[in-house]
């Protein structure tokens, strides 16, 4: 490791990994740190569609395709009742090579990726955990301190702090920037399973989202390769943790309460130990500074739901990398320069936003809604597939909004 870099990324996940690797590619002098050994375990196993294009750029599609990942080509609802809606194929809206993505363990997914960070020219440490970023007298960040894999601790400069260190958001918390996101204050509660029933062909590596009886909370279906399935179950906080239960039995009495599921699991054997996540939602209200700028997951997290977590941290990575080698070529690392891209991903971010407080409006139906404005399905899929940065993506919420607030305002009544 140098003493001193053009470029320090922290974290070495799908946000940095991608922002590393790109601004390598272009010449600056890149260093990624991870504070993990690689591989480690990760949470976020189901990709959207629209990983595909920063996957292409990263000359990863290949490798992909190749690889044991299951094949994800749809989507599919069931309701409390255990009714299971038609899959959404997304080749029937976009008939390419884009349409089909993958479910991933996150572990081989994330390890390709800090690979691939190397291959394009980053320096890449595993092991290496950032214990500090270094700020001087005008606020701007100049390096970060470093604990490395051999118990030394060194300071490293750099023109250019990237901040991808996920859920620990380490500027974001220095700087007092992490703010809820009201209305989500949710946990998880999953584990994994041999032998859940799948469907047969194209939908048999699909994500099936399926409500509990009395939608207070739903549980993701997650296909994942050599008949591992990832099954997660996501509640309010509360109502998911604080009932006396342990983790374990709350999962339990979720399970029970989910008939869709229950029939695909009469036949399974969990094969892991339970594990929890909670109040993981929020948003930071500045995204760059002098010198430094946040990404993926330390950017801010909206739900687990669409599976929006790793496509929204591949694009934050490559639109910021971009923004990041450009101001370093014209000397600019000014927060404005650093951050240029924020509002166009803020913008395309919302509506995933928006698509999740609807489906935690319990007394709002998107199938309802479809079968009254069946002009929107075509808009609802891009959303689902992540096509959300061009104009218009939004229109759908023109007519969504209003239905979601009614059935809100009736329920009060
Ligand atoms: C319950 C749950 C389910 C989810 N399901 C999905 C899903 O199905 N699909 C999906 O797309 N997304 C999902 N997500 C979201 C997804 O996991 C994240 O959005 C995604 O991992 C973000 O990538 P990232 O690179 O920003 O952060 P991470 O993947 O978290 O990577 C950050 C990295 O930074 C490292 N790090 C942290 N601190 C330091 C430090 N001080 N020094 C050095 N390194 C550091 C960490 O070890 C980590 O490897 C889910 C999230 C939750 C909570």
Redesign the pocket.
Same mark, same amino acid.
């Given at each position: 490791m140098n003493d001193e870099y053009d470029v320090i990324v922290?974290?070495?996940?799908?946000?940095?990994?991608t922002a590393a690797g790109l601004v390598a590619e272009k010449g600056h002098r890149t260093l990624l740190?991870?504070?993990?050994k690689m591989p480690?375990f990760?949470?976020?196993?189901?990709?959207?569609p629209e990983c595909y294009w920063p996957l292409e750029r990263l000359g990863l599609t290949e490798r992909m395709k190749s690889s044991k990942f299951t094949k994800k080509k749809s989507v599919q609802f069931v309701t409390a009742n255990g009714k299971e809606s038609a899959p959404f194929y997304f080749h029937e809206h976009d008939p390419r090579e884009s349409s089909t993505t993958w479910q991933v363990e996150?572990a081989d997914f994330?390890k390709m990726l800090f690979d691939r960070a190397g291959e394009l020219g980053a320096d890449c440490f595993d092991a290496?955990?950032?214990?500090d970023v270094l700020f001087d007298e005008n606020q701007a960040a100049h390096g970060v301190r470093?604990r490395t894999a051999d118990g030394q601790t060194k300071e490293v400069s750099a023109r250019v702090v990237m901040d991808?260190?996920?859920?620990?958001s380490?500027i974001a918390n220095k700087l007092g920037l992490r703010e809820d996101i009201p209305n989500l204050k949710k946990a998880?509660i999953?584990s994994y399973y041999k032998n859940a029933q799948r469907d047969e062909g194209d939908n048999g590596g699909a994500?099936i989202i399926m409500h509990t009886t009395a939608k207070d909370s739903w549980f993701?279906f997650?296909p994942l390769s050599d008949g591992v399935t990832?099954i997660?179950c996501?509640g309010d906080s509360d109502y998911m943790l604080k009932t006396g239960l342990d983790p374990e039995a709350r999962y339990e009495q979720e399970l029970d309460r989910c008939p869709g599921l229950k029939k695909r699991l009469e036949n399974a054997e969990r094969v892991d130990k339970i594990h929890v996540?909670k109040e993981?939602s929020y948003w930071t209200h500045q995204h760059a500074g002098d010198g430094w700028v946040l990404?993926?997951?330390? *950017?801010g *997290?909206i739900d687990?739901l669409y599976?929006?977590?790793?496509? *929204?941290?591949l694009v934050?990575?490559e639109r910021a990398a971009d923004a990041v080698s450009d101001g370093l070529s014209r000397q600019d690392t000014s927060a404005a320069q650093l951050g240029s891209w924020c509002e166009g991903f803020k913008e395309g971010s919302t509506l995933i936003r928006k698509l999740v407080e609807a489906f935690y409006t319990k007394e709002f139906s998107f199938g309802g809604f479809i079968k009254d404005n069946p002009q929107f399905e075509g808009n609802l899929t891009d959303l689902l597939i992540g096509r959300i940065f061009y104009d218009g993506a939004g229109e759908i919420f023109e007519k969504m909004e209003p239905a979601v607030e009614h059935a809100r305002a009736t329920s009060n009544v």
């Open positions: 922290v974290g070495g996940g799908p946000a940095g990994a740190l991870e504070r993990e480690r990760h949470v976020g196993e189901s990709l959207m996150r994330d290496a955990r950032v214990l470093v991808g260190s996920g859920q620990q380490l998880a999953w994500t993701w997650i990832s997660g996501v996540a993981y990404i993926g997951d330390a *950017f *997290f687990p599976s929006s977590g790793v496509y *929204f941290a934050m990575g």
